[in-house]
Protein backbone atom coordinates (compact mmCIF):
# COMPACT_ATOMS: atom_id res chain seq x y z
CA UNK A 1 0.00 0.00 0.00
CA UNK A 2 1.31 3.59 -0.87
CA UNK A 3 1.91 5.87 1.91
CA UNK A 4 3.29 9.87 1.99
CA UNK A 5 4.52 11.05 5.22
CA UNK A 6 4.75 14.49 5.42
CA UNK A 7 7.29 16.13 7.81
CA UNK A 8 7.09 18.54 10.22
CA UNK A 9 3.28 18.74 11.07
CA UNK A 10 3.51 22.19 11.33
CA UNK A 11 6.42 24.86 10.95
CA UNK A 12 6.63 28.43 12.12
CA UNK A 13 8.93 31.03 10.85
CA UNK A 14 9.58 34.53 10.81
CA UNK A 15 9.17 36.36 7.58
CA UNK A 16 12.65 36.29 5.28
CA UNK A 17 13.27 32.91 5.98
CA UNK A 18 14.00 30.22 3.32
CA UNK A 19 11.99 27.16 4.39
CA UNK A 20 11.96 23.37 3.55
CA UNK A 21 9.00 20.78 3.49
CA UNK A 22 9.96 17.39 3.15
CA UNK A 23 7.74 14.51 1.63
CA UNK A 24 8.40 11.05 2.10
CA UNK A 25 7.17 7.95 -0.21
CA UNK A 26 7.14 4.04 0.14
CA UNK A 27 6.20 3.16 -3.27
CA UNK A 28 9.02 3.48 -5.65
CA UNK A 29 6.86 2.84 -8.42
CA UNK A 30 5.78 6.70 -8.91
CA UNK A 31 4.62 8.15 -11.95
CA UNK A 32 5.03 11.82 -10.59
CA UNK A 33 4.44 13.58 -7.36
CA UNK A 34 2.48 17.10 -7.19
CA UNK A 35 2.49 20.21 -4.36
CA UNK A 36 -0.59 21.25 -3.34
CA UNK A 37 -1.66 24.42 -1.08
CA UNK A 38 -4.34 24.64 1.05
CA UNK A 39 -5.90 27.58 2.42
CA UNK A 40 -8.16 27.49 5.19
CA UNK A 41 -11.76 26.43 3.92
CA UNK A 42 -10.63 25.95 0.88
CA UNK A 43 -9.93 23.90 -1.73
CA UNK A 44 -6.49 22.29 -3.00
CA UNK A 45 -4.43 24.22 -5.56
CA UNK A 46 -1.76 22.82 -7.15
CA UNK A 47 1.85 24.43 -6.92
CA UNK A 48 3.84 22.24 -8.84
CA UNK A 49 4.54 18.99 -10.45
CA UNK A 50 6.91 16.28 -10.91
CA UNK A 51 7.32 13.85 -13.17
CA UNK A 52 9.29 10.73 -12.37
CA UNK A 53 11.65 11.24 -15.28
CA UNK A 54 12.82 14.99 -13.42
CA UNK A 55 14.46 15.93 -10.59
CA UNK A 56 13.38 19.12 -9.80
CA UNK A 57 10.73 21.93 -10.89
CA UNK A 58 10.48 25.20 -10.02
CA UNK A 59 8.40 28.26 -10.15
CA UNK A 60 8.91 31.38 -8.77
CA UNK A 61 10.15 31.65 -5.13
CA UNK A 62 9.06 27.85 -5.07
CA UNK A 63 11.61 24.92 -5.78
CA UNK A 64 10.65 20.98 -5.91
CA UNK A 65 12.81 18.25 -6.21
CA UNK A 66 12.26 14.14 -6.38
CA UNK A 67 14.80 11.84 -5.70
CA UNK A 68 12.95 8.73 -5.93
CA UNK A 69 16.03 6.15 -4.86
CA UNK A 70 15.11 7.71 -1.43
CA UNK A 71 11.42 7.97 -1.61
CA UNK A 72 11.75 11.69 -1.04
CA UNK A 73 10.38 15.00 -1.80
CA UNK A 74 11.46 18.58 -0.80
CA UNK A 75 9.73 21.87 -1.29
CA UNK A 76 11.83 24.57 -0.99
CA UNK A 77 10.23 28.40 -0.71
CA UNK A 78 12.70 30.89 -0.72
CA UNK A 79 12.20 34.16 1.03
CA UNK A 80 8.93 33.74 2.58
CA UNK A 81 6.11 35.96 2.99
CA UNK A 82 3.01 35.80 5.49
CA UNK A 83 1.05 35.26 2.19
CA UNK A 84 2.51 31.78 1.84
CA UNK A 85 0.78 30.60 5.84
CA UNK A 86 -1.01 28.08 4.35
CA UNK A 87 -1.11 24.19 4.32
CA UNK A 88 0.98 22.30 2.07
CA UNK A 89 0.32 18.67 0.85
CA UNK A 90 2.00 16.56 -1.22
CA UNK A 91 0.74 13.54 -3.32
CA UNK A 92 2.19 10.35 -5.32
CA UNK A 93 0.60 9.22 -8.32
CA UNK A 94 0.75 6.18 -9.15
CA UNK A 95 1.89 2.40 -7.89
CA UNK A 96 -0.41 -0.32 -8.28
CA UNK A 97 -2.61 2.29 -10.97
CA UNK A 98 -2.01 4.95 -12.92
CA UNK A 99 -5.16 6.61 -11.35
CA UNK A 100 -4.12 6.42 -7.74
CA UNK A 101 -3.29 9.45 -6.03
CA UNK A 102 -2.26 9.21 -2.43
CA UNK A 103 -2.06 12.26 -0.11
CA UNK A 104 0.60 13.04 2.77
CA UNK A 105 -1.10 14.75 6.07
CA UNK A 106 0.21 17.55 4.91
CA UNK A 107 2.53 20.54 6.72
CA UNK A 108 1.01 23.27 8.16
CA UNK A 109 2.76 26.67 7.77
CA UNK A 110 2.57 29.69 9.11
CA UNK A 111 4.51 32.75 8.15
CA UNK A 112 4.61 35.72 10.86
CA UNK A 113 5.32 39.40 10.25
CA UNK B 1 -12.73 30.69 -16.86
CA UNK B 2 -11.56 27.07 -16.42
CA UNK B 3 -13.08 25.65 -13.40
CA UNK B 4 -14.30 22.47 -11.05
CA UNK B 5 -17.69 23.51 -9.66
CA UNK B 6 -19.15 21.07 -7.13
CA UNK B 7 -22.88 21.09 -5.45
CA UNK B 8 -23.88 21.62 -3.18
CA UNK B 9 -21.68 23.26 -1.37
CA UNK B 10 -22.83 22.50 1.91
CA UNK B 11 -25.46 19.85 2.71
CA UNK B 12 -27.28 18.01 6.68
CA UNK B 13 -28.52 15.43 5.56
CA UNK B 14 -30.09 12.32 7.65
CA UNK B 15 -28.76 8.68 7.83
CA UNK B 16 -30.07 6.51 4.91
CA UNK B 17 -31.69 9.44 2.85
CA UNK B 18 -30.10 9.22 -0.64
CA UNK B 19 -28.35 12.02 -2.20
CA UNK B 20 -26.22 12.55 -5.08
CA UNK B 21 -23.52 15.51 -4.97
CA UNK B 22 -22.90 16.51 -8.41
CA UNK B 23 -19.23 17.23 -10.19
CA UNK B 24 -19.03 19.28 -12.99
CA UNK B 25 -15.42 20.55 -15.35
CA UNK B 26 -15.27 22.84 -18.53
CA UNK B 27 -11.35 21.69 -19.32
CA UNK B 28 -12.18 18.58 -21.42
CA UNK B 29 -10.04 16.84 -18.58
CA UNK B 30 -10.57 12.98 -19.21
CA UNK B 31 -9.47 12.08 -15.55
CA UNK B 32 -11.63 13.15 -12.56
CA UNK B 33 -11.45 12.12 -8.85
CA UNK B 34 -13.32 12.19 -5.66
CA UNK B 35 -11.98 12.74 -1.97
CA UNK B 36 -13.02 12.87 1.64
CA UNK B 37 -10.96 15.17 3.63
CA UNK B 38 -11.45 14.26 7.21
CA UNK B 39 -9.24 15.56 10.71
CA UNK B 40 -6.23 13.25 11.39
CA UNK B 41 -6.63 11.38 8.48
CA UNK B 42 -5.99 13.32 5.59
CA UNK B 43 -6.99 13.97 2.14
CA UNK B 44 -8.22 9.97 1.06
CA UNK B 45 -9.32 9.07 -2.49
CA UNK B 46 -12.67 7.30 -2.98
CA UNK B 47 -12.80 6.81 -6.55
CA UNK B 48 -11.52 7.82 -10.12
CA UNK B 49 -12.19 7.88 -13.36
CA UNK B 50 -9.96 7.83 -16.48
CA UNK B 51 -12.11 8.54 -18.78
CA UNK B 52 -15.93 8.06 -19.80
CA UNK B 53 -17.31 5.00 -18.60
CA UNK B 54 -14.48 3.72 -16.97
CA UNK B 55 -13.89 3.99 -13.10
CA UNK B 56 -12.20 2.36 -10.27
CA UNK B 57 -12.09 2.38 -6.30
CA UNK B 58 -9.41 4.71 -4.58
CA UNK B 59 -8.74 3.65 -0.95
CA UNK B 60 -12.00 4.15 0.71
CA UNK B 61 -15.09 3.34 -1.60
CA UNK B 62 -17.42 1.59 0.72
CA UNK B 63 -20.49 3.16 0.55
CA UNK B 64 -20.26 5.49 -1.93
CA UNK B 65 -21.03 5.04 -5.95
CA UNK B 66 -20.06 6.93 -9.01
CA UNK B 67 -20.98 7.39 -12.90
CA UNK B 68 -19.18 8.78 -15.79
CA UNK B 69 -21.48 8.98 -18.51
CA UNK B 70 -20.29 12.27 -19.83
CA UNK B 71 -16.58 13.69 -20.48
CA UNK B 72 -17.19 16.68 -18.02
CA UNK B 73 -19.23 14.80 -14.78
CA UNK B 74 -18.40 12.87 -12.06
CA UNK B 75 -21.45 12.51 -9.98
CA UNK B 76 -20.54 11.24 -6.24
CA UNK B 77 -23.71 8.71 -5.20
CA UNK B 78 -24.07 8.13 -2.01
CA UNK B 79 -26.92 5.55 -1.56
CA UNK B 80 -27.50 5.16 2.24
CA UNK B 81 -26.00 7.61 3.91
CA UNK B 82 -24.01 7.01 7.30
CA UNK B 83 -23.03 9.51 10.25
CA UNK B 84 -19.45 8.11 9.25
CA UNK B 85 -19.45 9.65 5.51
CA UNK B 86 -19.58 13.17 7.38
CA UNK B 87 -17.07 14.45 5.74
CA UNK B 88 -15.51 17.33 3.24
CA UNK B 89 -15.45 16.37 -0.16
CA UNK B 90 -13.61 17.27 -2.95
CA UNK B 91 -13.54 16.68 -7.06
CA UNK B 92 -10.79 16.71 -9.18
CA UNK B 93 -9.81 16.31 -12.82
CA UNK B 94 -6.78 16.84 -14.88
CA UNK B 95 -5.62 15.40 -17.95
CA UNK B 96 -4.15 11.97 -18.17
CA UNK B 97 -1.92 10.92 -20.91
CA UNK B 98 -0.89 8.00 -19.07
CA UNK B 99 -1.37 9.12 -15.64
CA UNK B 100 -3.34 11.98 -13.71
CA UNK B 101 -1.57 15.19 -14.57
CA UNK B 102 -2.17 18.31 -12.69
CA UNK B 103 -4.74 18.54 -10.37
CA UNK B 104 -7.54 21.18 -10.60
CA UNK B 105 -9.26 21.10 -7.39
CA UNK B 106 -13.40 21.94 -6.60
CA UNK B 107 -14.31 24.09 -3.50
CA UNK B 108 -15.54 21.26 -1.88
CA UNK B 109 -18.97 20.18 -0.49
CA UNK B 110 -19.05 19.96 3.11
CA UNK B 111 -21.35 16.93 4.49
CA UNK B 112 -23.19 16.63 7.71
CA UNK B 113 -25.36 13.19 7.86
CA UNK B 114 -27.32 13.03 11.25
Known amino acids: KQEVTQIPAALSVPEGENLVLNCSFT??????LQWFRQDPGKGLTSLLL?????REQTSGRLNASLDKSSGRSTLYIAASQPGDSATYLC????????????FGQGTILTVHP | EAQVTQNPRYLITVTGKKLTVTCSQN?????MSWYRQDPGLGLRQIYY???????DKGDVPEGYKVSRKEKRNFPLILESPSPNQTSLYFC?????????????FGPGTRLTVL
Open chain 2, 92 to 104: ASSFAGGAPDTQY
Open chain 1, 27 to 32: DSAIYN
Open chain 1, 50 to 54: IQSSQ
Open chain 1, 91 to 102: AQTGGTSYGKLT
Open chain 2, 27 to 31: MNHEY
Open chain 2, 49 to 55: SMNVEVT
